[in-house]
């Protein structure tokens, strides 16, 4: 079949790789009919992170299954799935608490969680292909009603971007009526966006220096801060009485740069705190990684940041870290585009073939202007 | 009337200062019969932080009602009372929700949270003294039983120590049957570590290197972690089957010291980050400033410390910090008490009268042995 | 001063009564310029529960701050404030946990919670009135933006049917994507059928008989169920699968009816546990007393039902019931209102000057169509 | 092989059955080495509810793991494990959210929820017998530590009082300092002393009549209320300031008594509203069924109970009812068990091989002094 093959840093090619295979009785083997680009790919595309030469990208897919092993005995053939990107074995005891995106199995012995085609995150291969291996696939794949074949690009989001904007307002603990500081207008900020308008915030501040991303913000309701215009703090403390917003969430990662425009993975952490009020919560779904070795610095090459404990501390604040366990939220998001309540889609900008994926990467990666959220289709021709 | 007096680092005296009156119409005065002297006195006597030449130590009070104002209703003059270390006007919108820790109206605009002699906190005077006034007494006294005339070592720590170390316990989500890990095994430590036993926690690990602080962890069921024998981040896996335990708590604060016995604010916390497990969740109620002209490097000067997010990300963990809500907890510490299910007195090395405060500020900060913790008796005799 | 006084069922007139005093410190007097009906003040106007004659009703009420005891220090003279129908004292065991509907203090001895204007819920006069009292005014009195003189209708909800809805969801346990069935569309269940939207339900079902009640909900993308039309269970059912909602609220209380249209206390609750599925919640916020003089049978005099325990243990449901705890929501709902994303004022159907208070009952006890909601203006000019 | 077969009314029997199979590549074949007679058992074994002759009794089930189906990778033979009493398929909408009590797919449609030998449970064989077959076994088994072959009489009580007990505690919301009355000083009434003693509990009262249940109540620092010594509701009263209890748990179910001794399916329910404050929460484990055709009236042979919705709406009480999933819980108590914080085994009064069921199941149904609770031992051999 035709894949997503990484060769080494900016270097992914479409080429023939194995068919996937059942290998044990709770397999699943799905056609995969959408398959998104990430921002978390390209940690691995710019060669940041490890990804090893040969294998296959994709963790967000959706598809229909074409084979099952002789142990699944919830999910059919023909049945339309959203695979969470967590790969999760549903009995080890994170699993069975719902913490999904720990699961004790999947990895390596001693690591927590698992993903498709994501370095660290286990051996996995990618959706970005034309067929995928869902493991453990009664627990892990959500099945979709019948409208998903004809709005994929919604219900694509729910294996991962929906969820984990999702998961950054639920870490920072939002409210009906409170006011929601994001930082990071790209996808999963847009989503963060989206869940706290979803979820009645009162006031949702996205702060980036886009236009292109501000301008998604500003259609489904949130208020765009440029910071291209100026301290993004002093600006949502301008618009809550000096006081700051309730709660906040980090969509950037370690890749944030300060104002100046210098990588610093602190910049956006330390802002937060400074951003929202006393007693108020973060969630931090951006990506933070315990070794980074191209980092500008020391103890940023240590995946260590100056973080500001001093004002966080005396703030009385909290915060949430890590990876988003998709399948506490897909059920009931996935209810939320079936109903009509919410088009996570419209932060699409291309649909392309699974043949232009290259393409996609390059601008997805460069941040052109309007590239703002790329969908592969393996089923779709190329131009 | 006599009262304990900072004079500059480490120069206390007990001297004459004006009585306490009823300044608003929802004031009490209380008459002290017991008050603690508290680590986190500790850092002002050390000159630290600041705190203003003439003013009056102490937070950990209770006493006896001698006058209340004429908008007082509950709290009756002759009742027994505790008095939280926040002082909280019990209407602003912190408060409402119980977020007494930071109160929005008693200290100065911008700033939450207030406590009785402390700097930065407001103006209050503290209750090393022979009387106290208590504001919004209503709002902010807790009534106790007539048995604490006659346990007033137990009962005076509901002012801060034993609901500051139940905080740890909540922040860190500690659930009956889970480890939890306490870096710090002084008095605050000791009451995280009674609550975590009286929470059912299944193993609690009290990590310091003080061997009469380690004993006490033990008498009360805990598992001591000697830090003086080697690195506490193995202990604690080793005991854990190489997982670390479930949540944790940081009682040390920015004076911590890393395992050479270099000032390190970031020490405990990066040791927390790998002492707990994924997905583990740790609580800090150990002390972090926002500025620290006295600390050891320039990170830590402005507050900051070198903290290990990208660890604390990867293991998908959550921290919580700040001061202690203390109403949130103290009406059903006092009831644990009464009814006789736990004596957090037995930490209680020294009583001491008033007098001899200095003597007792002394050897606390200088953790001599056997020092564990003072309470101040303004009723007894100087020996 | 002009105030709606009861004298027997059904017999109310707008007399004139003592202007309200500070009685205490603590207190505020408030020119009322909104006060509306509620259902529950029905109860008392039929004469089916016991209020004194000569007492005056009111619990629904806005107005502006013109005098405050010397122990008021935030709220002040000028401000406009929404009252909750809960009067609470701030500092009982109940209201310092949020629990303000059933403060300790504002009853009999015995008995917690109060209300203004309202039998058995203390002595505190109602504000369908020129004036209101309002004790405890630091804490009871919320605090609204300026467009409040504008958009009274709206704030005006917040003394008691948004909250109140609001709280049938949040005993409901509603969470973002799932299913509720509401049993009961007046005034309280339509904003539990707000509160549900606001909180992205997938699917909220509003249950009644009355088609202008049904059209309101319809409004706001609420799903009506015509009980008129054939058994509402079963039309639940056939729109969920045949599985039931996610969760109920009940908002009718013990005068509900059954199918036939006879008076049957335990018809509403008893649909709702057929209603909601294995493991559903329901939240109970429609009135239930303890005695019932004017009830049709035995059971219900006594304040029992003949309640579908069989069936609820065996699905594994739970229920709240009780009051209201208004300040628990009102600050995040005044939010709602002020930036404009949610208007409760949808519902209203009459504005009436304070005299013309009996026309407003007479016609809204009959459920004449059109009288979904009445708001009373004392200083609007009589037509 | 051996096993506790029903005949009819109070009519069981050892007896040959087939053993049993890996009917699917998830199945695990386990040898039991305790198995408990349950209070619910009794209801079966009495004929109030339908259990088909032929079927074998037994759902709390402790044992060796012997076969493994070819898809379960994490218990291996040889392993002790703990079966919760709950047959549930772990990946349901239902089970994925921890309610392993409702899974959808191990009953027959519609039916939530499923048991080993129960009636109406599911087709699931019980295990009073030498051999278990469990389903879904890598979900529904609980690993169990070495120490598990020597103190069986512990670990066996995971499999549901335990944990039942636990669960009265968690739905009726328990709090450490609070204070809990429980009804029904049977097995999992006195679990939910243990439970509630563990949580800290500042008081727990256990009302019952039997003094060899009392006095096992005592021994573990509960307050026996005896209610053959008058009113338990106002003995609660006078041990609570007259408020009552913050909490309570219904231990007792459809069969409970009135103080006159007469069946009254309302009699603890009522009571448990009346001896718990204003805002008391109430969990009810004690089973309640749909249809009870031996009911001594017409309202509780339909499953109904004269309930006294209107003095728990007035109190604003909450009720959770229905089964335990046991295994949101038996992971933690596991380790408390393994850890020494508490021996459950201290009810068992008899072990009897599995050849002496019958004369177990007749003296545990009288009531027989002293029979408090019942373990079989299938490996043990008769006297």
Redesign the interface.
Known sequence: MKAVVYHGPRDVRVEDVPDPKIE???DAIVRITSTNICGSDLHMYEGRTDFEPGRVFGHENVGEVVEV???V??VKVGDMISAPFNVS??????C????T??C??ANSP????AAYGFADMGPWQGGQAEYLRVPWA??DALRLPEDARERQNDYVMLSDIFPTGWHATE?AGL?????CVIYGGGPVGLMAALSAT???A??VFVVDRHPDRLKLAEEIGAIPIDRSQGDPVQQVKDRTN?IGADCGCECVG?QAHDQEGNED??AT??ALVQSV???GRIG?VG??????PGAPND?AK??????????????????????CPV?R?N??????I??G?CKPSWIVSHELPLEQAAEGYKNFDARERGWTKVVLKPQMKAA
């Not at 069975?96 to 913490?99: D, F, V």
């Not at 001693?110 to 969680?113: E, L």
């Open positions: 044990k009785p709770t092993g002789n142990a005995e919830k074995c549903g009995h080890c005891s994170n069975e608490r719902g913490l995106n720990y004790e199995r001693g690591i927590a969680g009664d627990f870490m409210s009906p009526g409170e006011t979803l979820k009645s009162s006031q000096g370690y993975n602190s952490l330390n009020k006393f007693t931090t990506v933070f990684i315990p070794q980074d103890l240590q995946g260590k940041a100056a973080f500001d404990v001093g004002w966080h501390w005396f703030k009385g604040q909290s915060m949430g870290h890590g990876q399948k939220y059920r009931y998001l996935r209810s939320l079936h109903e309540k």
